[in-house]
């Protein structure tokens, strides 16, 4: 029997973001360790879904699950969290015979002290396993550095944005990293960087934007020089590394040389599309109108500058004073704030009672000030659901406690937790069925398009102040290389 360790330390960090991610951050998102990871994760097209599927399918490997985490994308992690999650790790590795260390991670993982913590934990995992085979998944928007190449026995990105293939790309990792402990391949990396900076809402890969152009680049090379895997990264531009921008990872069987040049000839292809990836996005207000003007059915805003997948903070009020200005006279909803007190003011004050509140603006305000409303609570939840959608499925999701209010005729969602609306899940529990609406607007950006394009018909991208707005010239970046300061 050849043992496995399995780890997950995933996070995706924002340097404009306020705050810092803490303990408490990690721990309402999901932090598990030993068999808790198994019991959340069986049945769910997630990675760790694929490692029980994996091991089930191979009797040969036994997993042992060390400490699995992660959180919602926001700021930095802060030092003691990182540490004490890392420590985990380290001591759970420590001390053990394993013929395999399997890592989960997103590579853009930046922390207090250090904006390149996905490195960093490379390293020191490696100085406790040594030797022993490493196999490392990661988010297509990671933003890695050559050194983790090299430490790392083999490793794989997803090809997918939304972000629908977690598990194939675990599976592809461990496919890879069993069949190197095996004798059977000997994997060599090569990193060649991208010297652009790419905004994340125009790197979609369904439809025929650039980045499906290159993720066809990419499958095209892998196939002609059959070398084992060919990732594009797209890179997270919200985190201020030395490492940000595109990249392109290859894993070649025993020819360095061959993983060299097929990495730098993508590359040169990235370069070329990169000002395919340069984008202007309407107002809040511009797109509400395009929304109202649109062809029947449900029209869908997304408020990108303010997506928890991006470093969001649910907050951000300019979206929402848009749509209170515009006075939608047709079904409406709006996903979401992060609001605890009000929701607690709401689940005291019950179904029924109206409220007087101002919403946004509360936790910064640099983004805009709150918008004063009154709100008629119409419907109180715990906030848990499980995917319904193509991303993460069967994954049991918690918005803290929520409240659905009726704010002028439109249904406002507010939660405890801050999560993007990506699953249709998130509305069907609050009574809102996409496809009755004619206006959605949601802090969202590219991942709620898997799930909920069956209910709508139009989506319409706006840019507003907010920690991932795509306009990133008033950002003080520190780390980021010169070549791709944004001006
Ligand atoms: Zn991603």
Redesign the pocket.
Known sequence: MKRLAVAKFAH?SNSFTPGETTEADFRAYGWHLGNEAPQRYAGTRTSMGAVLDFTAAHPDWQATFLTCASANPAGPVADAVYEKILGEILDGLRGQQWDAVYLCLHGAMLRASNPMADEEIIERVRKVIGRTPLGISY???GNLGEKQIKAATVAVGYKT?P?VDMYETTEKTLRLLTRAVDGKIRPVGALARVEALFPSVNMRTTGDGPMAEMEAIAQAAEKKYGVLDVTVFGGFPYADTPYAGGSIMVHADGDEALAQKVAREVADEMLRLAPKFQMELPTPDEAIRKALASPPGCAVVLENSDNPGSGGIGDTPGLFRALIDAEPDVPTAFAFFRDEAVVAEAHKAGVGAVLDITLGGKLSDLFGPPVAVKGRVTMLTDGRFKNVGPMSTHLEVSLGRTALLDVNGIKVILTEHCVSPNDPGFLLMHGIDPSKLRLLCVKAKNHIRAGILPYVKTMIDCDAPGPATIDMRNFRFRHLPQALMPN
Do not use: Q, V
Request: hydrophobic residues 15%; proline residues 0%; without cysteine.
């Open positions: 995706e988010d297509l928007h944005h972000h």
